[in-house]
């Protein structure tokens, strides 16, 4: 390495360091950041020549602002560098579980190769890699830790604003273990001072390094740029970046000036051959002005031509006129199209083509870039991919509809895989559009089964109508596409409703088993498992998780067998065996690692957090759930994201914590969750003591018919309100719809996000609010063992102190002992747990069966008590009381809770005792 590094003492001395620790078998990652020309490269140079000294290897990896780029194009570099080659499958095409396998096999080859002496990592500019690459940086970071590979990448950190995938990268490797942040930031002026006289060679007096300085901000790439024209004065020196660099630009001549412009549009690493096509000029003259852009410092020779810095070729390129700009695009595209293997530089040819539409051939610059999606998509390059196509699209979409549906459907997927399930949508609907213009229901049934698994529950169920469609238009015949349209209708059938479910699903299931198609079969059992999603099909649950996850197993197919361990795990959480339920999560997790997929982490993490609420340890689950929402939020659909405050909502409920949800969850929630979702949601306003909000938002969902993947959470919900409520020929009806599935826990039958217990507690409530003290009592028993066995300390504490109200309210021998002790026990819990709102209840209902203060009522209570026995209604006392109709409502909620009660016939009896 030639010249002296200025400064950055501490910071080289860091990387030495963490050299020296990744030497000793601890390596990782060490992050650089700054603004551009801070040093950055120069740093990591400067540590590369020092490993190399040591006999470490080094290779490097610099990623290009060019969008012709292709996909892992710093690993490219890299591995070329050690003399291999990326895997097949980043090359070739393959599955999200080839991805993760070729991720394991490259980072396998870079933690060998630094084997036994180290290995050191360059990754320059990381904010330009593409999303591909950032993820393979992150999943070989991971296996880092406990290697002797060090990875040192830079980054503009100006520069990450609307580039997500960098974001996402580094929010991810922030947990990393073995990681490292260093920002640089401009030198101090003793150091510009120093940068100065080494490179003018002369003494500088400390009020010219204290201008330079100041105009500079200590950025050691412009204290060089203005070190160069010091002869001319202080004064003399431009205050701004680009005037620095256009100094040099005006001292060539006006054809290299032209040339040079040129080759800045072009790319940062300028090919004279192509230069000389693209100008008409001969390849001696290119290579002529090169040499006299060299001499200036603008561009450099080796290892190629290049330009020396970013900001160079930024001032060159800022004055070439918009045509010659585009024209330049046009023809470096035609002479790369006619060049050996112009096929593999898809990616490079066709954002030239894109980058001369104003003047170029639009069709062609489509027809190009969806060849390069095409080439990104089988490269497992998913985001590249998206982006390719839509620029297609954009550029020039085809005219004929079938070719256009089938660019609209590969750019869906391709968003689909990446995660973004709302704009894969609104492009489906286009797609659709596409599909009827060219009458083919084929290509119909093609869009519909796009969205196989992503349909929204709380909103309109396109793929369901576009399936209803297509099949009213194809042969009455076994095929796999009509065995997959009827798969996709029946499971939407068995969450949303509709024709017959499990005819349906079991007319596609042997459909698929005639044709023999696994991808048929996958889908026949998807809608299978949705369409018994009722806890009267729990158990046939578990045999077809069985059968999904066997069929992933014998296909390689990561993406298959995470969902049979998610039906398993639904199933078993229904069954009420938390234990086996949370020892899948170790499995899922790694599945959801391989495949990289937002939406498959997101169902990893609602399991996680589900397991996390029933346990009790709700500050864990109000983290994961809010994991959850940053993966989705934005992204997915309303119901993704709805579920996800949903969950929140609940916790809120157990714990009393009132700062989960902000006021626009809150919002859109209230806007759009459906009717089965309600009652939980009117429950939450109820505990709250507003009855009357709870009654409106109940209102509507009370006709419609109950979701079976939400059967029992809406019938638990349902027998909690009737008691608040007093509504008890509600409760029995609760009762009778609960009692077939008594052995049951509380939760979903198709993508568990919440449980709340044994099914017997709420069938014991909803027959205490019946009157029917002796049923309940015993079913309440049942209720606290279950939880007790299954390990739901929150719902074990719930069934305690609803067991000891009923107790207080029967009054035969030992109950009031008996209640007292479960209050206690129920106090106890619920404080270790942080269950505020159950403490309260617990405490009012013990300090009642003490006798305190007549049975715990405040004299308020006591007055509230009395006007309840003389017969008038909240409305009544509220105006004698001069209170809110929701205050009054909610002390009689208090004197129930406090006196056992059930009802407002109940204190008029206890208040006639009194009497």
Known sequence: MSGELVGRERESGLLAARLDQARAGRGGLVLVAGEPGIGKTRLVQEAAAGAEALGVPVAWGRASDEEGSPPYWIFRQIARDLGRALPPALAEGGTATDRFEAFEAFAAQLLAAAEPDGLLVALDDLQWADAASLALLVHTVRSAARSRLLLVATYRDTETVGREALTSALAALAHEAGQTRLRLVGLPTADVRRQLELVTGETVRPEVAAVVSRRTGGNPFFVGELAGLLDSGVDALPDGVLDTVRARLARLTARTRELVATAAELGSEPDPCGLAAVTGHALDVVLGALDEAAAAGLVVSRPGWRFRHDLIREAARADLPTAARADAHARLAGWLAGRPGAAERATEIAHHLLASAPVGDRREAAEWAERAGDQSFERLAWEQAADLYRRALDVGAPPDPGDRGRLLRRHATALTRDGDIQSAKAILAKAAEAAREAGDPAALGEVALAMEGLSDPWGDFSGDRLAAEALAQLPAEDSPLRARLLALRAGEAGFAGGEDPDRASAEALAMAERLGDTQVLRSALRARQMARSGPDGVRERLELAGRMAALGRSEVDDDTLLWGLLWRFDALMMLGRLDEAEALLGPM??????????????????????????????????????????????????????????????????????????????????????????????????????????????????????????????????????????????????????????????????????????????????????????????????GVA????????????????????????????????????????????????????????????????????????????????????????????????????????????????????????????????RG
């Open 786 to 913: 279950a939880n007790d066995t299954a390990g739901a300390p929150p719902f074990a504490a719930l069934a305690r102190f609803e067991l000891a109200k009923a107790l207080a309210r029967r009054r035969r021998p030992g109950d009031l002992a008996e209640a007292a002790a479960l209050a206690a026990t129920a106090i106890a819990a619920a404080e270790r747990l942080g269950m505020a709102p159950l403490r309260r209840r617990a405490t009012e209902l013990a300090a009642g069966l003490r006798g305190d203060a007549p049975a715990g009522l405040t004299p308020r209570e006591t007055e509230v008590a009395a006007h309840v026995a003389e017969g008038l209604t909240n409305k009544q006392i509220a105006a004698l009381m001069h209170i809110s109709e929701r205050t009054a409502e909610s002390h009689v909620q208090h004197i129930l809770t406090k006196l056992g009660l059930a009802n407002r016939t109940g204190i008029a009896a206890w208040a006639a005792r």
């Open 589 to 782: 997790r790694r599945l959801s690692d391989r495949l990289r997929r937002p939406l498959a982490r997101w169902h990893y993490l609602r399991g996680v957090a589900a397991v996390e609420a029933t346990r009790g340890r709700f500050d864990a689950a109000i983290a994961t759930v809010r994991d959850c929402l940053g993966l989705v939020e934005g992204r997915a659909h309303e119901s993704v994201v709805g579920v996800s405050v949903f969950v929140l909502l609940t916790i809120d409920g157990l714990t009393g914590r009132e700062d989960l949800v902000t006021a626009e969850q809150f919002e859109a929630f209230d806007r759009n969750s459906p009717g089965f979702v309600r009652p939980v949601y009117g429950l939450y306003w109820a505990q709250r003591g507003d009855i009357e909000r709870a009654r409106r938002i109940l209102h509507p969902a009370n006709g419609e018919a109950l979701a079976q993947p939400a059967l029992l959470p809406t019938l638990a919900t349902r027998a909690e309100l009737a008691a608040l409520m007093d509504e008890p020929a509600v409760a029995a009806d609760m009762a009778a719809r609960l009692r077939p599935h008594a052995d049951l826990f509380v939760t979903g039958g198709a993508g568990t996000v919440t449980n709340f217990g044994s099914v017997r507690t709420y069938l014991g409530l909803a027959l205490a609010t019946g009157g029917h003290l002796d049923e309940a009592v015993r079913e309440l028993r049942l």
